[in-house]
């Protein structure tokens, strides 16, 4: 079945500081990935979508010079923390689809970041 | 009005029984609608998509009302096991957009 990896698990920083997190889909080609942030006892709220090669999409409210993501082949996408603080300290997980005719959506495990 | 509402619970059930919960979506244009299990800080785990004609995957049925625009999730002989937070899941699309998730229905099975 579909496989995607993501890392690290969790990660503490300190504040001011930048993170990168990688989703890898490990066993298909991911025309689209997909970043969410899950804040405690609250929904997954969809950051952006990102497809290979272009510039991803940032839902409303997602400042896009503060989150950097990176498609840049079909297997790999990357989210950057940029100067992060303690409001940034959330879970993020990654998603990965092979377009629309293929449907469904395979989640990477998640990273928790912690900003101190 | 939230996109994708859920009783957040919590659901307190005894083991056996037969437990059920709604979903409802605001976006008429929804196409795809999937239930999800999460447990405790974990990502999310798809547990059955929704067709429009309902279905059922072992203890787990699923069915859609576009009319009412609400999806449900009826779980049949509960085992603890089942204890959980249950997303609901609605996307535009069938793939190429992103999902929008309610906040979920926390289920705890008791012995």
């Known amino acids: 079945g579909a496989v995607v990896s993501q890392h690290p698990s969790w990660v503490i920083c300190k504040s001011g500081t930048s993170v990168k997190i990688e989703c890898r889909s490990l066993?298909?080609?991911?025309?689209?990935m997909f970043w969410y942030r899950q804040f405690p006892k609250q929904s997954l709220m969809l950051m952006a979508t990102?497809?290979?090669?272009?510039?991803?999409?940032?839902e409303q409210g997602v400042e896009k010079d503060k989150f950097l993501i990176n498609h840049a082949s079909l297997t790999l996408s990357t989210l950057t923390v940029t100067s992060a603080h303690p409001e940034d300290s959330s879970f993020y997980i990654c998603?990965?689809?092979?377009?629309?005719?293929?449907?469904?959506?395979?989640f990477g495990s998640g990273t928790r970041l912690t900003v101190v | 009005r939230k996109e994708v509402e859920q009783d957040p619970g919590p659901f307190n059930v005894p083991e056996g029984a037969t437990v059920a919960f709604n979903c409802t979506y605001s976006?008429?244009?929804?196409?795809?609608f999937f239930w999800y299990r999460q447990d405790c800080r974990k990502e999310p785990k798809l547990l059955m998509s929704v067709y429009s004609s309902g279905n059922e995957d072992g203890r787990f049925t699923a069915q859609l009302n576009r009319a009412s625009q609400y999806i449900s999730l009826l779980i049949r002989d509960s085992k603890l096991s089942d204890s959980a937070t249950y997303l609901c899941a609605v996307s535009p699309g069938g793939g190429a957009d992103g999902l929008t998730f309610g906040k979920g229905t926390h289920l705890i099975i008791q012995p």
């Open positions: 998603s990965a689809t092979r377009g629309a005719l293929a449907g469904g959506y395979t």
């Open positions: 976006n008429s244009a929804s196409q795809s």
């Open positions: 990102s497809n290979e090669g272009s510039k991803a999409t940032y």
């Open positions: 066993d298909f080609q991911a025309t689209t």
